[in-house]
């Protein structure tokens, strides 16, 4: 069995499984399931399969004002909503039995003004999910991550799953600090994912930040990869498209070559999430695409 992983969004797609999935696959990676039917499904391919489960938090779809769970927030009211949604949705998915809970790291996100996040078209759900480094003082950031990251671990530990990190915009205060890392020291248990498409539009757009240099310096606590790829020239296109080897990076691609070649040197067997729209190609494309990742592993 290999680590590739599938992504179920919103509901149980029988069709996207049928078509993405295949039998020496890792398991599944749900998020945002709008019924408990729909995590019954979840639960039957645990126990019949055995597939591995992870949680894109949150499981369960409409049990917040927003997806995220806000706990870095200016507004202590939502810091402790924050807590009180992620401690009963852990709770919750603990019925699928999953082997981790992934939560987006930092929210609010903390974007720095030299970038013009919004006109290369960087998503947010809601103006309340980022914030302006000149608004957030690195040493409220520090203390607030710190206490999360605390947390979390202890959570995900009463809890029986791994934590894990995924990285959003990466802002100053990441990735010009060893802050981060010794943070991540700190709290062993908790591991980092890293989203390929996000990487390549952030190197795209920001001077200040060189992604593989960034994915260097975080590679020993990386244990998961979600794998898409964007098309960045004078405009992004093109985006959650399937990594294809045909897709140069001179035309504005991501360089998935140059990712994986940081990547395979890991001294930890990676998940690697496609976090992609698969109906943008055909399935001769789409087993090209499986067949080229796993080749770029190999090659480690």
Known sequence: MNQFMIGQYGRYDENKQARDFRSDFLGVEACMMESE????????????????????????????????????????????????YMQ???????????????????????????????GWNWKFGHPSEYCY??????????KRSEAFFEWFAASSKRNGFRP????D?????????????????RYPAIEVCVDIGRLHLQDSID??????????????????????NIQVTDRVAYSHYPALPSLDPK??????????????????????????????????????????IQELQRQG
């Open 207 to 228: 001077e200040q930040f060189d992604a593989f240099e960034f994915l260097e310096k975080i590679l020993p606590y990386v244990r998961e990869v979600h794998l898409w």
């Open 133 to 142: 480094a000149e608004d957030f003082k690195e040493k409220i950031f520090r």
């Open 88 to 118: 009963k949705e852990f709770q919750h998915a603990s019925i699928i039995n999953p082997e981790y809970v992934l939560v987006h790291y930092p929210k609010p996100v903390v974007l720095d003004s030299h970038v013009d996040w919004f």
């Open 169 to 185: 915009a990466v802002s100053l205060y990441l990735s010009q600090s060893d802050f981060f890392l010794e943070l991540l020291d």
């Open 37 to 84: 039917d729909d995590i019954e499904k979840l639960r039957l391919l645990e126990r019949k399969e055995g597939a591995c489960l992870g949680v894109h938090f949150p499981l369960r779809s409409g049990q917040w004002d927003h997806r995220d769970p806000q706990y870095l927030s200016n507004d202590e009211a939502i810091r402790r909503e924050s807590y009180l």
């Open 164 to 167: 894990v990190i995924e990285l």
């Open 251 to 292: 035309d504005g691609w991501a360089d998935i070559e140059g990712y994986f070649a940081i990547l395979q040197r890991s001294d930890y067997p990676l998940r690697i999430l496609f976090e992609h729209d698969s109906s943008q190609i055909t399935d001769v494309e789409l087993e090209e695409c499986y067949g080229w």
